[in-house]
């Protein structure tokens, strides 16, 4: 399947497929296991006719699916199709063999990045559940709250993580989830049978959930349906144009929408090839980049990369501890006529990074795009390099619809209108609407409603992003070079509405969340986490505090006063890494606050770190 637009995708007959002519009565295969009956057997040898499972099924069965870069272990789409309905069946049977038992439940799982972690992840859509990935990285006490939060009915772990899995399950769940651990797998299944394609026939329950951070002060569990899932694929399908000879490498982690959207199912759903080498390390992925063009390798290329800014920024400075030889290799490797697209996204891509990476590849220019947990990609540059402007995320994507609203005067923002009166340019929310929008906070029905806006023209609520945003015509660009989407004004990423959100190395903290951790510490009374501007993160999570004299004067390490080291040391159980302050500064007094008791976070990070 190449070369899809958006509506092939979406609206392909749902009648009953199949690769190959079958018996209206399926054999039970070599892998069902004695305990289903032969009804079950029947119901079980199938995939839900839905885009994705069309889409498995009509690629190339022989073509590599998902390469392992360290081992080398590769699975075909064909394998892939087997262990999917293999997982499923499993799946099914851990709560009772009901065909329905799982729709629209929450199926957690702990898996390493690899082939286990996608069947996994297709095994729940295809029983119409909702799949909830959680990171190996995060400390139990964060994975609890986000089992207690989702209800998961199911827990899945690969032997890897089968210790961290009772771990969360001894941390006192208020739903005791069924606990399943699967062994790795080594060989892709394979099967002779034919899949057959079944309408779910009802509507679906299932989709993904992911935990992201907002100015609220715990994650919020954002469900993408199985639709809105596909549209955010076949969107990005349109326009970045993945193909089966695409050879993603993938390095990102896969909690987020940008690794399992972008990396992951939209590869998929195109039959691309995708090469799993995490976690990150500038030197395996500068040597694998390079591999295709040393003597004597046989490694395929690379094609596809898609990274956040510090991923480039860390690359781009350790290329010059490589040899001469990785050097050149991987000179090549970034090469356009080699990588054929780089991008990058999740925060905002710095123009001298955009063009050392630039300088370094011979002419290959990163395309930017923004996007978020709740919506997918939401904007994005173009495939023309005259479409990947400096300093822009270009165009709202197909079947995106965006529009600015004026932060001082709360007008939507018209095209033409993007200049005020005195010719200044108008800064304006970013908010969104169309199939790709994610359906709700799971479990948090007033977070939902606060944050849709209602539309006077009756086509659906539009979805507030809490980023800012200017809007303007660049020459040369938006002439439909890149598509009929990236035409007209461009969107240039101005920043967000709440300085609570902090987005540092591509991952998004609350700062709420992480000063309730403070202020939980005994030795803490006040707490305030701001953002500070960092080269290689992007920004960096900083704490402003005010110690409890009394406890803090001797219950650091050895008896010592309480510092920073100790500060990280408590915080390592309770929060990801990313989201422990890396600077803490004491103040003497009080942190200054206003009438209402509200901290005025720019002033304070003037006034305390001098930036
Ligand atoms: P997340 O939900 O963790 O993917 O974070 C989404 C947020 O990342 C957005 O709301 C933006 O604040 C930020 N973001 C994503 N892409 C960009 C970009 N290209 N430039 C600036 N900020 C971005």
Same mark, same amino acid.
């Given at each position: 399947?190449?070369?899809?637009?958006?509506?092939?995708?979406?609206?392909?007959?749902?009648?009953?497929?199949?690769?190959?002519?079958?018996?209206?009565?399926?054999?039970? @295969?070599?892998?069902?296991? +004695?305990?289903?009956?032969?009804? #079950?057997?029947?119901?079980?040898?199938?995939? +839900?006719?839905?885009?994705?499972?069309?889409?498995?099924?009509?690629?190339?069965?022989?073509?590599?699916?998902?390469?392992? %870069?360290?081992?080398?272990?590769?699975?075909?789409?064909?394998?892939?199709?087997?262990?999917?309905?293999?997982?499923?069946?499993?799946?099914?049977?851990?709560?009772?063999?009901?065909?329905?038992?799982?729709?629209?439940?929450?199926?957690?799982?702990?898996?390493?990045?690899? &082939?286990? &972690?996608?069947?996994?992840?297709?095994? !729940?859509?295809?029983?119409?559940?909702?799949?909830?990935?959680?990171?190996?990285?995060?400390?139990?006490?964060?994975?609890?709250?986000?089992?207690?939060?989702?209800?998961?009915?199911?827990?899945?772990?690969?032997?890897?993580?089968?210790?961290?899995?009772?771990?969360?399950?001894?941390?006192?769940?208020?739903?005791?989830?069924?606990?399943?651990?699967?062994?790795?797998?080594?060989?892709?299944?394979?099967?002779?049978?034919?899949?057959?394609?079944?309408?779910?026939?009802?509507?679906?329950?299932?989709?993904?959930?992911? &935990?992201?951070?907002?100015?609220? @002060?715990?994650?919020?569990?954002?469900?993408?349906?199985?639709?809105?899932?596909?549209?955010?694929?076949?969107?990005?399908?349109?326009? $970045?144009?993945?193909?089966?000879?695409?050879?993603?490498?993938?390095?990102?982690?896969?909690?987020?929408?940008?690794?399992?959207? @972008?990396?992951?199912?939209?590869?998929?759903?195109?039959?691309?090839?995708?090469?799993?080498?995490?976690?990150?390390?500038?030197?395996?992925?500068?040597?694998?980049?390079?591999?295709?063009?040393? %003597?004597?390798?046989?490694?395929?290329?690379?094609?596809?990369?898609?990274?956040?800014?510090?991923?480039?920024?860390?690359?781009?400075?350790?290329?010059?501890?490589?040899?001469?030889?990785?050097?050149?290799?991987?000179?090549?490797?970034?090469?356009?006529? @080699?990588?054929?697209? #780089?991008?990058?996204?999740?925060?905002?891509?710095?123009?001298?990074?955009?063009?050392?990476?630039?300088?370094? /590849? #011979?002419? #290959?220019?990163?395309?930017? =795009?923004?996007?978020?947990?709740?919506?997918?990609?939401?904007? %994005?540059?173009?495939?023309?390099?005259?479409?990947?402007?400096?300093?822009?995320?270009? $165009?709202?994507?197909?079947?995106?619809?965006?529009?600015?609203?004026?932060?001082?005067?709360?007008? !939507?923002?018209?095209?033409?209108?993007?200049?005020?009166?005195?010719?200044?340019?108008?800064?304006?929310?970013?908010?969104?609407?169309?199939?790709?929008?994610?359906?709700? &906070?799971?479990?948090?029905?007033?977070?939902?409603?606060?944050?849709?806006?209602?539309?006077?023209?009756?086509?659906?609520?539009?979805?507030?992003?809490?980023?800012?945003?200017? =809007?303007?015509?660049?020459?040369?660009?938006?002439?439909?070079?890149?598509?009929? $989407?990236?035409?007209?004004?461009?969107?240039?990423?101005?920043?967000?509405?709440?300085?609570?959100?902090?987005?540092?190395?591509?991952?998004?903290?609350?700062?709420?969340?992480?000063?309730?951790?403070?202020?939980?510490?005994?030795?803490?009374?006040?707490?305030?986490?701001?953002?500070?501007? /960092?080269?290689?993160?992007?920004?960096?999570?900083?704490? !402003?505090?005010?110690?409890?004299?009394?406890?803090?004067?001797?219950?650091?390490?050895?008896?010592?006063? $309480?510092?920073?080291?100790?500060? =990280?040391?408590?915080?390592?159980?309770?929060?990801?890494?990313?989201?422990?302050?890396?600077?803490?500064?004491?103040?003497?007094?009080?942190?200054?606050?206003?009438?209402?008791?509200?901290?005025?976070?720019?002033?304070?990070?003037?006034?305390?770190?001098?930036?």
């Amino acid at each position: 399947m190449q070369r899809h637009t958006l509506m092939s995708v979406l609206s392909r007959g749902s009648t009953l497929l199949s690769r190959h002519a079958f018996p209206s009565i399926l054999k039970c @295969n070599a892998h069902h296991r +004695p305990l289903l009956t032969p009804i #079950n057997c029947r119901s079980l040898s199938t995939l +839900p006719n839905l885009p994705l499972f069309r889409a498995l099924q009509d690629h190339d069965q022989s073509s590599l699916a998902v390469v392992h %870069s360290a081992s080398s272990r590769s699975f075909t789409y064909g394998n892939l199709v087997a262990d999917v309905v293999r997982a499923k069946e499993r799946l099914i049977e851990s709560v009772g063999g009901r065909q329905d038992g799982l729709a629209g439940e929450r199926i957690a799982f702990l898996a390493e990045n690899s &082939y286990d &972690y996608v069947v996994t992840l297709l095994s !729940v859509l295809a029983s119409d559940a909702i799949a909830l990935p959680l990171s190996p990285a995060f400390p139990v006490g964060e994975l609890k709250y986000i089992m207690d939060n989702s209800q998961a009915k199911v827990l899945v772990a690969t032997e890897k993580y089968a210790a961290k899995a009772h771990d969360i399950l001894k941390a006192g769940l208020e739903r005791q989830p069924i606990l399943d651990v699967k062994e790795k797998i080594k060989t892709g299944a394979s099967s002779s049978d034919p899949v057959n394609l079944q309408d779910i026939g009802q509507k679906s329950r299932g989709g993904m959930m992911l &935990y992201t951070s907002g100015t609220t @002060n715990r994650p919020k569990g954002v469900l993408i349906p199985q639709l809105a899932l596909t549209a955010q694929a076949a969107s990005l399908l349109e326009a $970045w144009k993945y193909s089966p000879e695409d050879r993603l490498l993938h390095l990102l982690p896969l909690h987020h929408i940008h690794g399992t959207v @972008n990396a992951m199912v939209t590869p998929l759903l195109a039959g691309s090839s995708i090469e799993f080498m995490f976690p990150f390390n500038t030197d395996a992925v500068w040597k694998r980049l390079a591999a295709p063009f040393l %003597s004597e390798s046989s490694a395929s290329k690379i094609t596809f990369l898609t990274a956040v800014p510090t991923i480039y920024n860390r690359l781009l400075s350790s290329f010059s501890g490589l040899s001469p030889e990785i050097q050149e290799g991987a000179r090549k490797g970034i090469a356009p006529e @080699n990588l054929r697209l #780089n991008i990058s996204g999740s925060a905002a891509l710095p123009t001298p990074t955009k063009q050392a990476w630039q300088d370094l /590849s #011979n002419g #290959n220019v990163l395309l930017e =795009r923004f996007g978020m947990t709740e919506v997918g990609m939401a904007i %994005s540059c173009g495939l023309d390099f005259a479409d990947r402007v400096d300093g822009s995320v270009g $165009w709202p994507l197909p079947s995106v619809e965006a529009r600015l609203v004026d932060t001082e005067t709360s007008e !939507v923002i018209q095209p033409g209108e993007e200049l005020d009166t005195n010719g200044r340019e108008r800064e304006g929310e970013i908010q969104l609407r169309g199939p790709t929008i994610f359906r709700e &906070y799971w479990a948090n029905e007033k977070a939902t409603q606060e944050a849709f806006v209602d539309s006077d023209d009756g086509r659906g609520k539009w979805f507030k992003t809490g980023d800012v945003a200017t =809007r303007r015509v660049v020459d040369h660009a938006g002439q439909g070079a890149s598509g009929d $989407w990236a035409w007209g004004p461009m969107y240039f990423i101005q920043g967000r509405l709440s300085v609570d959100i902090i987005k540092t190395g591509g991952e998004k903290v609350s700062a709420l969340e992480v000063e309730r951790e403070l202020l939980s510490l005994p030795q803490v009374s006040e707490a305030a986490v701001v953002g500070l501007p /960092s080269e290689q993160w992007g920004q960096k999570v900083a704490a !402003v505090i005010v110690l409890d004299a009394a406890k803090a004067a001797n219950t650091g390490r050895n008896g010592k006063p $309480w510092g920073a080291l100790d500060m =990280r040391r408590a915080l390592k159980d309770r929060l990801a890494s990313y989201k422990i302050p890396q600077e803490m500064k004491v103040l003497d007094g009080p942190i200054p606050r206003n009438a209402m008791g509200k901290v005025n976070k720019k002033t304070l990070v003037k006034k305390v770190f001098d930036v």
